[in-house]
């Protein structure tokens, strides 16, 4: 594809449903990685991936964040029994390869509001 | 602690002048440092990277500096144009890290007049 897209662009869930969303990459991309985004504030980093494995996973909140790559393209998080703290804009990004230093693309992130 | 700060005051410039924005650092050794432009309801988008044992990158109107010694990184816009304004980021990858995991500032909200 021509960019990096994420669906839903925009999730409202009430408190202790669980949401997925979805990130594509770039086609051929090795690296994808996602990021949450609060008001005012710069990205935070959640989790990396090379390819299907999950190599960094140190930035989730909770063990109710958990993310999957199963065959090294498309991308879900996923979020358990969601809280009003998760409430923000989830990003997605992805890189060429898997070395460090590379451009990371972006996706118009998805906003989520939790009620 | 570790931190990374950005001009925390939105910055007002005239067209055609220069914009800079800084982004200082403590208790990393960044083993590089990477510039993004954020507009509203998007993703942010990539200008610059400057790596550790370099000083100075540019690329068209855009110029980064960085000083390992102050832990600051400076970034320009000459030229300014209204179609600049936006938020600009910077994030670094530690040198104690997997060099993969991006570090962020908050961010500086440039505003050029016309």
């Known amino acids: 594809g021509a960019g990096v897209s994420q669906s839903p662009r925009y999730k409202v869930a009430k408190r202790g449903q669980d949401v997925a969303l979805r990130c594509d990459p770039i086609?051929?991309?090795?690296?994808l990685f996602w990021y949450q985004q609060a008001l005012g504030q710069g990205p935070e980093f959640l989790t990396y991936?090379?390819?299907?494995?999950?190599?960094?996973k140190s930035g989730l909140p909770s063990d109710r964040f958990f993310a999957e790559r199963p065959e090294g393209s498309v991308s879900t998080l996923k979020i358990q029994r969601t809280q009003q703290e998760d409430s923000a804009v989830y990003l997605c990004?992805?890189?060429?390869?898997?070395?460090?230093?590379?451009?990371?693309?972006f996706g118009p992130g998805t906003r989520l509001t939790v009620l | 602690s570790q931190k990374i700060e950005q001009n925390s005051e939105a910055l007002n410039i005239q067209e055609g002048k220069t914009a800079t924005l800084t982004c200082n650092y403590t208790?990393?050794?960044?083993?590089?440092l990477q510039w993004y432009r954020q507009d509203p309801g998007r993703g942010p988008v990539f200008l610059l990277l400057?790596?550790?044992n370099e000083k100075e990158k540019r690329k068209e109107r855009l110029k980064v500096t960085f000083d390992t010694t102050l832990k600051q990184s400076l970034f320009h816009i000459t030229a300014s144009q209204p179609a600049d304004s936006a938020t600009y980021l910077c994030?670094?990858?530690?040198?104690?890290?997997?060099?993969?995991?991006?570090?962020w500032g908050l961010g500086t909200s440039l505003a050029v007049n016309p």
């Open positions: 990004a992805s890189s060429i390869s898997g070395t460090s230093g590379n451009e990371q693309f």
């Open positions: 086609s051929g991309h090795v690296s």
């Open positions: 991936f090379q390819n299907e494995a999950q190599l960094d």
């Open positions: 208790n990393y050794s960044p083993a590089y």
């Open positions: 400057i790596r550790e």
């Open positions: 994030a670094l990858a530690d040198n104690a890290g997997n060099n993969r995991k991006l570090i």
